[in-house]
């Protein structure tokens, strides 16, 4: 089992900046990456970014390529996603997951189907 906690959601003005913090415990030794999606009212979870415990390569959905950066801290199990140029499109609730199966292809981690621990989410709203 693996269990992530999610912080660092609030209330910022478009163009701003919040960083997101994600904290992995239990059997992390288990996990190969670890990702962040989000879901905003009446909408479907969509992927956000990813990225690998080993390597560190990172995947950024492309409405957030340029914007955000998803970095971790293996010393800590932790990641973080830093959003910088915050949009009103971007007030979800983001939700960290740990992936407990291994996939090679780039990208593969941006499927939901990859994920086996999910945190309950932190709510970021972005005001126009």
């Known amino acids: 089992q693996v269990q992530v906690v999610e912080s660092g959601g609030g209330l910022v003005q478009a163009g701003g900046s919040l960083r997101l913090s994600c904290a992995a415990s239990?059997?992390?030794?288990?996990?190969?990456?670890m990702g962040w999606f989000r879901q905003a009212p009446g909408k479907e979870r969509e992927f956000v970014a990813t990225?690998?415990?080993?390597?560190?390569?990172?995947y950024y959905a492309d409405s957030v390529k340029g914007r955000f950066t998803i970095s971790r801290d293996n010393a800590k199990n932790t990641i973080y996603l830093q959003m910088n140029s915050l949009k009103s499109e971007d007030t979800a609730v983001y939700y960290c997951?740990?992936?407990?199966?291994?996939?090679?292809?780039?990208?593969?981690?941006?499927?939901?189907?990859?994920?086996?621990?999910w945190g309950q989410g932190t709510q970021v709203t972005v005001s126009s």
């Open positions: 997951a740990a992936s407990s199966g291994y996939c090679s292809g780039y990208g593969c981690y941006a499927r939901q189907q990859m994920y086996t621990y």
């Open positions: 239990g059997r992390t030794f288990s996990s190969y990456a």
């Open positions: 990225i690998r415990w080993s390597g560190g390569n990172t």
